[in-house]
Each structure stands twice: as structure tokens, then as C-alpha cells.
């Protein structure tokens, strides 16, 4: 009998030896990935429809470190055919990790909004009356899109990342337009208001029914 009890007590202490050794690795798995976590990421991108602008990121301390939301700004100019445009893009959202550590594969849920303001140059324009003659004409646009992306983003203090989706949005075919513009009648210069209805100009990524998205970025994560 007491044979049989020291061997239950010499399992026991064995059990709970191996039990405290396993939640110790466990602890010290889980203290080395916290320590080896960089929550915090702020760098540069480029590609389209952002050309190059700059990106933060934070990870948050839920779900295991596998949310973090993130904030893209940039801002630039094109110079088509006789048309001169500012834009301003702004892309916010969470990227959502498929592992624990804030790095690797994710997939991103966002809102984007693409601000233009656009010039247009030596356009015709016809007044009320039917005159008809070249001006200038400028329209601020606004595009907002939901955009999807995946992404895959590297494991080190200064990150590469990059990104692939598209941005589900309602793109203008035409714009109405209206400026000034000159013209003779009876061998008077006269200057009038008119209207016009141009395309919408070709700007990288933008198609009919959305935005293609697709950039590489990199920078320094803390």
C-alpha cells in the first residue's frame, strides 16, 4: 500500500513539474513575441492612385495583436493635355493580421477619398445666348471608395511593404463645367460665362466603376 502511494505521489510531482515547465515556455513565448512587438509604423509609399505619399500604422493590444488601424496621405499634381490637377488622397481603415506579431499577410478594410481640383485650359464654352469661344473653366471633384486590399508587410525595425485591391466607388463620366471666356461679335471683343461638358480627365488607377490600388511602401517600425 505504501508502494502504491508513493508511486501516485512521484506521478504527481512529475505532472506538475512538467505542467509549471509547459505554462513557463507558454510565458515565455507569449513575454518574447509582447517584447519583440513593434506597435507603431511610419513610413513612405508609392504607386497608385497615391503616386507618393506617406503611411502610419498602430497595432493594438486586441485580438492578439492583430488589429491595426492606419492613416495614408499624399498629395501631388498632373499636368494632362491642357489640363492641370491637385489632388489630395487620403485612404484610412484597419489591416487585419493573420498572424500575432503586427507583420506578414493582412487584409485591409478602408475609406478613401481622392480631392481634385481641376483646371481645365483653352476649353470651348458656349453661353446662354449660343456664343461660343475658348476659356478656362475649374471643378473641385470628391471620389470616395471602399477599399479592399491585401497586403503582406515585413518582420523587421525597418519594414517593406506591400499592397494590392481595389476601390469600390462611383467614378463621373462627364463633368459640367462653367468659366469665362472671350469672343468677337460685329468686331467687339466681348468676355462671357459659359458652360461645357468634358470627359473626366485620365487619372492613374481610376476606371469607370472604381479605383485599382496598388503600391510598395517602406519605412521604420518602433
Known amino acids: 500500500m505504501r508502494l502504491i502511494l508513493t508511486i501516485i505521489t512521484f506521478l504527481v510531482f512529475l505532472t506538475n513539474k512538467s505542467f509549471s515547465q509547459n505554462l513557463q515556455k507558454i510565458d515565455t ?3 518574447d513575441t509582447i517584447s519583440n512587438l513593434k506597435r507603431f509604423s511610419f513610413g513612405i509609399k508609392f504607386g497608385i492612385p497615391n503616386i507618393l505619399g506617406l503611411t502610419s500604422e498602430a497595432v ?10 492606419y492613416f495614408d496621405y499624399s498629395s501631388f499634381k498632373l499636368n494632362p493635355d491642357k489640363t492641370s490637377i491637385d489632388l489630395n488622397y487620403t485612404d484610412y481603415g484597419v489591416n487585419i493580421y493573420i ?8 487584409a485591409s478594410l ?3 477619398n481622392l480631392s481634385s481640383l481641376i483646371l481645365y485650359e483653352e476649353i470651348e464654352l458656349t453661353d446662354e445666348n449660343g456664343n461660343k ?36 466607388g462611383k467614378i463621373p463620366n462627364n463633368l459640367n463645367l462653367t468659366g469665362s471666356f ?10 462671357s460665362n459659359g458652360s461645357s461638358n468634358e470627359s473626366f480627365p485620365t487619372i492613374p488607377g481610376i476606371g469607370k466603376k472604381g479605383i485599382i490600388i496598388g503600391n510598395f511602401g517602406f519605412g521604420i517600425s518602433l
Open 99 to 106: 498572424n500575432s506579431k503586427g507583420n506578414g499577410l493582412y
Open 29 to 31: 513565448i507569449e513575454i
Open 110 to 112: 478602408g475609406s478613401a
Open 60 to 69: 493594438l493590444p486586441i485580438f492578439r495583436n492583430r488589429i491595426s488601424p
Open 133 to 168: 469661344g475658348l476659356g478656362s473653366a475649374q471643378l473641385k471633384e470628391n471620389i470616395n471608395t471602399f477599399n479592399i486590399k491585401l497586403g503582406i508587410k515585413s518582420n523587421s525595425k525597418i519594414f517593406f511593404r506591400l499592397e494590392v485591391g481595389y476601390g469600390i
Open 182 to 191: 472671350s469672343y468677337e461679335k460685329d468686331g467687339i471683343s466681348n468676355i
